[in-house]
T-cell receptor, first 117, second 113 residues
Framework: DAGITQSPRHKVTETGTPVTLRCHQT?????MYWYRQDPGHGLRLIHY???????DKGEVSDGYSVSRSKTEDFLLTLESATSSQTSVYFC????????????????FGSGTRLTVV | AQTVTQSQPEMSVQEAETVTLSCTYD???????LFWYKQPPSRQMILVIR??????QNATENRFSVNFQKAAKSFSLKISDSQLGDTAMYFC??????????FGAGTRLTVKP
C-alpha cells in the first residue's frame, strides 16, 4: 500500500483561529483528496487535487482552502475555525493502474480528529 | 446528483454466522465503480471489496462477497463466517470519475461472541 500520513492526529482549537492539517504521501500519486466524516453523513469531499497547484472544490468546501505546492503534500486550511467544523478529517490518494485507469478506490490516511471549542 | 443510501444504521450478528449489509445508489451514469470500506475502532478506512459496473460477475474476496443488481441499483455486502474482527463501521461508496467518490452514511456492525 502507498504511504500516506496525516498530521496531527488530534487537535483542539478555539473558534476563530486558523488551522492547517497536513497530508503527506510517499508514492507520487497524482490525485489527493480531503474528506470530513460526520455521524449520519458518512464521508464528504471537501477539496481535491489533480496535480501540483491544481485543485478544485468538493461537496462541502465552504470555510476551507487547500494548497499543493509539491506532489507529496496536500494541506487543508480552516481560515477561521467554527464549531461546525468539528469533525474527523481524512486525506486520501487515488490508486490507479499503470495506464492511469481509475476505479481502484482510494487509500486513506489515519485521520485527524479536530475539535473546535 | 449521485447519492448512496445505507438503510441499516446498526446491525449485529453472532460469530460464525452470515450477515448482509444493504446499499442502494442513484445515478444516471452507465459506467461506474462501487466499493465497500470497513472502518474499525482504529478509525482506519480499509477497502474490503470493489465492483465495476460493466462486469456482470459479483466480486468476491475471501469471506466477503457482493450482490450487485445494476437494474435495481443495489450493491449489498455479504459477510460469511463472521469474526469478532469484523466489528466495524461499513461504508458503501460509489464513483463515476476519479474526482468524486460518494459515501453512504454507514452501517455499524457488531459481531457477538
Amino acid at each position: 500500500d502507498a504511504g500516506i500520513t496525516q498530521s496531527p492526529r488530534h487537535k483542539v482549537t478555539e473558534t476563530g483561529t486558523p488551522v492547517t492539517l497536513r497530508c503527506h504521501q510517499t508514492e507520487n500519486h497524482r490525485y489527493m483528496y480531503w474528506y470530513r466524516q460526520d455521524p449520519g453523513h458518512g464521508l464528504r469531499l471537501i477539496h481535491y487535487s489533480y496535480g501540483v497547484k491544481d485543485t478544485d472544490k468538493g461537496e462541502v468546501s465552504d470555510g476551507y482552502s487547500v494548497s499543493r505546492s509539491k506532489t507529496e503534500d496536500f494541506l487543508l486550511t480552516l481560515e477561521s475555525a467554527t464549531s461546525s467544523q468539528t469533525s474527523v478529517y481524512f486525506c486520501a490518494i487515488s490508486e490507479m493502474s499503470t495506464g492511469g485507469i481509475m476505479g481502484y478506490g482510494y487509500t486513506f490516511g489515519s485521520g485527524t480528529r479536530l475539535t473546535v471549542v | 446528483a449521485q447519492t448512496v443510501t445505507q438503510s441499516q444504521p446498526e446491525m449485529s450478528v453472532q460469530e460464525a454466522e452470515t450477515v448482509t449489509l444493504s446499499c442502494t445508489y442513484d445515478t444516471s451514469e452507465n459506467n461506474y465503480y462501487l466499493f465497500w470500506y470497513k472502518q474499525p475502532p482504529s478509525r482506519q478506512m480499509i477497502l474490503v471489496i470493489r465492483q465495476e459496473a460493466y462486469k456482470q460477475q459479483n466480486a468476491t474476496e475471501n469471506r466477503f462477497s457482493v450482490n450487485f443488481q445494476k437494474a435495481a441499483k443495489s450493491f449489498s455486502l455479504k459477510i460469511s463466517d463472521s469474526q469478532l474482527g469484523d466489528t466495524a463501521m461499513y461504508f458503501c461508496a460509489f464513483m463515476v470519475n476519479n474526482n468524486d467518490m460518494r459515501f453512504g452514511a454507514g452501517t455499524r456492525l457488531t459481531v457477538k461472541p
